[in-house]
Structures are given as C-alpha cells and as structure tokens.
C-alpha cells in the first residue's frame, strides 16, 4: 500500500510564501515523475509543476519565477515552495507521483492541501 502525505498549506497574505511538502511511504521499489497540481473551486484540475528522477522540471506559465519544485529522492519527498503568491493562486494542492512498487508502475495522488491566498 503507497501513501503520499501532503502537509504545508494554510492562509496567507497577498505576496507571502508558503512550503508544500508530500512524503510517500510504502512498499514502494523506486519513485519516476512527482508533481504538484491544484483545482480551484469551479475550475478543472490543472499542472502546477513537475519533477523528474534526474531533477528536471517543468512549470506552468502562470507560476514561473514564482514556484519552486524539488525533491529528496532518499526522502521519497517532493516540495513546492511558493513565493509571491497571489489570490488566484488559491486552490487544494494535490501531490502526484508515478510509483513503481510490486503491483507494478502507476499513478498515486495525495489527499490534497489548502492553500488560500487573501487579505
């Protein structure tokens, strides 16, 4: 059974940061892509930023120069720090990561995160 346990959300204001963090656990045998994504209300589900095994990545326009993905492959960890927020940045926040484990290689998500943005 694989896990991944996001944590890090919360309120803050117009221009501040926050640091979300998802840790998977489990019978896991080796973790590809992780990633972040995030769906307002009203609004599909939509890719903020992912990560290779190798460190690349990739970001939507509408967070670049502003978000930052990384992660801790002996952590099996990814975070996103999230500098410069904005309103529209408001949203649950859902890890994602392509896991290898007995059962074979598939998709898990995380139980998602609140981030709000507001004065």
């Known amino acids: 059974q694989v896990q991944l346990v996001e944590s890090g959300g919360g309120l803050v204001q117009p221009g501040g940061s926050l640091r979300l963090s998802c840790a998977a656990s489990g019978s896991i045998f080796s973790i590809y892509a992780m990633g972040w994504y995030r769906q307002a209300p009203g609004k599909q589900r939509e890719l903020v930023a992912t990560?290779?095994?190798?460190?690349?990545?990739n970001y939507a326009d509408s967070v670049k120069g502003r978000f930052t993905i990384s992660r801790d492959n002996g952590k099996n960890t990814v975070y996103l720090q999230m500098n410069s927020l904005k309103p529209e940045d408001t949203a649950v926040y859902y890890c994602n990561a392509n896991i290898n484990t007995w059962d074979g290689i598939r998709d898990y998500w995380g139980q998602g995160t609140q981030v709000t943005v507001s004065s």
């Open positions: 990560i290779t095994s190798g460190g690349s990545t």
